[in-house]
Each structure stands twice: as C-alpha cells, then as structure tokens.
C-alpha cells in the first residue's frame, strides 16, 4: 500500500469514528466527511503557540491592529473589523492568537487586497477552517500570531462569530463549561489534531445553536 493509499484509508477510519462517536452525519449542515476533508487541508504556518491564562494586553493588541487595517483597507471595501475567538473572551485562556474578522463587501481576497495585507506583514494561507467562504491571513510575531479572517458579513459564520463571543462573555458557566470540554478533549488519548478539530467544531455549534437563541431573544426585548 503506497502513502496515498494509506492517507486514504486513514482519513475513512478517522471519518468512521468521528461518525460512531458522535452519532451524527453533518455538523452545523456539512457532512462530517467534506468537514474532515477540507480541515486536512488547511494550511496553518510552522508556529509553536502555547494555551495562556487570559492576559488583559489581548483586547489592546486587537485595538492597535484594527485601526492599522481599518486605514489599510478603507478604501478596500471594508466594512467593519471584530475581535473573535478565545481571545476576545475575558477571562478565557487562550493559545496567543488574536483572531479578527474583517468583513468586506464583495468580492473577497481579490489581487488588491492581499497586496494590502501583504504589505502590514500578513501571508495568505488559503480558506479558513471556520467557513469555506472565509479567507486566511496570518502574521507571526514573537508574542504570538494575528490571523484575519477576511468574509462577507452576509455570512451565517460571521454573525455566529460575534454570537458566541458575546454570549461566552455574558454567560460564566456557560464559559467555564466549554473550557472544560475542551481540555477533556484536548486530553484524549489518540486524538490527532484532525479529530480533536472536528470534536471541537460540534462542541462550538452546539454552544452557537445556544448563542443564536439568546441573542435572537435579547434582540425582541
């Protein structure tokens, strides 16, 4: 068996018990195998990130990068810029990554606008793990990583973004509960980080379904 072969039949074992684990065939109305097949695909870049307690400096590394592509990226069809991911949940730990979601009008990731965020220090990484649609910028630093996350504010993703976010930071229990699932996962034996991804993604579509609900009804008040 050669390694295409064998890469094969490990990415069917790995959707078959993704499947009996979970007792599910999509998630959040992808099918686990196309979730499995795009996430073996992400490009992520050589990066050693570490799970820190939360360091009040994140919202001030977020601030002083927005309004850098706030002035890059005006005339670029921009719309607005959002502090996402666990960074932007106090007092949540969090790998040092500050994650912003960069919402533009149509089309996304033309030639201009990575020229744009080439030129602030950011390399493309292809589409990102959140949404197929969502494209991937990162930045190294010594402290860390920013990743922009380039997307329509159209898409379902991006509101899910901002829903969980402000629903975490509303809801303690509800944050220290998703950080314990977490760490049980990120503790399984075996797991390699395809399955721990895909594990993690249904765990937050289920905390998303809870946030949309909430923020639906805050909304009606």
């Known amino acids: 068996m050669n390694a295409q072969d064998n890469g094969a039949f490990r990415m069917m074992r790995i959707i078959r018990q993704l499947k009996d684990r979970l007792g599910i065939h999509h ?11 795009r996430w073996s695909k992400v490009e992520t870049p050589e990066l050693r990130l570490e799970v820190r307690a939360y360091d009040p400096a994140w919202p001030l590394l ?57 030129s602030l220090g950011y390399r493309f990484h292809g ?3 959140i949404d197929p649609s969502f494209f991937w910028f990162w930045r190294m630093e010594e402290a860390g990583a920013l990743v922009v ?32 699932l977490k760490r049980e996962l990120a503790s399984t034996h075996g797991h390699s980080w395809l399955e721990y991804s895909v594990l993690k993604r249904h765990l937050l579509q289920q905390l998303t379904e809870r946030a949309n609900t909430w923020a639906e009804a805050r909304a009606t008040r």
């Open 62 to 118: 977020f601030e002083r990068e927005r309004q850098r592509l706030q002035e890059a990226l005006g005339g670029e069809g921009l719309l607005d810029i959002q502090h996402v991911g666990s960074t932007s949940i106090p007092p949540m730990p969090s790998k040092n990554v500050i994650d912003l979601a960069v919402a533009l009008r149509p089309p996304l990731c033309t030639m201009r606008q990575r020229e744009v965020l080439e």
């Open 149 to 180: 996350h380039l997307c329509d504010p159209e898409a379902a993703w991006y509101t899910n973004l901002l829903h969980f976010r402000d629903f975490m930071r509303e809801h303690p229990a509800e944050r220290e509960e998703y950080e314990r």
């Open 127 to 129: 589409t990102s793990p």
């Open 27 to 37: 998630i959040g109305g992808e099918p686990i195998e196309q979730l499995v097949r």
